[in-house]
Each structure stands twice: as structure tokens, then as C-alpha cells.
């Protein structure tokens, strides 16, 4: 198990309020219910940040080498992914 420390958290009264009564029909401590708020957010948000990162350094490599594929075959592409078909991303060109 991994080690833990506490953290205070300062929350208005009709905060606390919302997360004792979500904590008591949940069947769960206060304490569950924002350990697992505050797991979600980071998780999302670390996820949100790697989408952010990714998409720069496509960005940045589209910038460098001018390779793409068009809208349409983006499209023609996913669209094939939508109805199931096994298809492969078209071709990068300049």
C-alpha cells in the first residue's frame, strides 16, 4: 500500500454539507467521498495536460516536416473506424 499523509482542506459550509449528504446516502465516509473527488480531478486533469502535450508536438512536427493528411481522408478514415472495419491511418504527406 502506498504511504500516506494528511492534507487539511478548507471547504464552505454548503460544500461540506453537499459532500456529507452524497457521503451518507453513498454509504461512504466524507473523507471517501473527496479522496475519490480529488483522485478523479488529477486523473482527468493529467490526462487533459498529456492531450495538451501531444497535440503541441504534432503540432510541431507538422510545423517541421509539412506532413499531413487532409480532412477528407481523416474523415474517410474514421469512418471506416466507426462501422467496425479494421482500417490503417492514411498516409502523412506534403
Known amino acids: ?10 471547504l464552505d459550509n ?16 466524507a473523507h471517501w467521498v473527496m ?18 502535450q501531444d497535440a503541441l508536438a504534432a503540432w510541431n512536427h507538422y510545423q517541421t516536416t509539412g506532413l499531413h493528411a487532409t480532412a477528407e ?3 474517410a478514415w474514421l469512418a471506416k473506424l466507426e462501422a467496425g472495419e479494421d482500417a490503417v491511418a492514411p498516409e502523412c504527406h506534403d
Open 35 to 52: 479522496r475519490e473527488a480529488v483522485e478523479q480531478y488529477v486523473t482527468r486533469e493529467e490526462q487533459r495536460e498529456q492531450l495538451r
Open 73 to 75: 481522408e481523416a474523415d
Open 14 to 29: 454548503e460544500l461540506k454539507e453537499r459532500v456529507q449528504r452524497l457521503a451518507l446516502v453513498r454509504r461512504r465516509s
Open 1 to 10: 500500500m502506498a504511504a500516506t499523509s494528511t492534507t487539511s482542506l478548507k
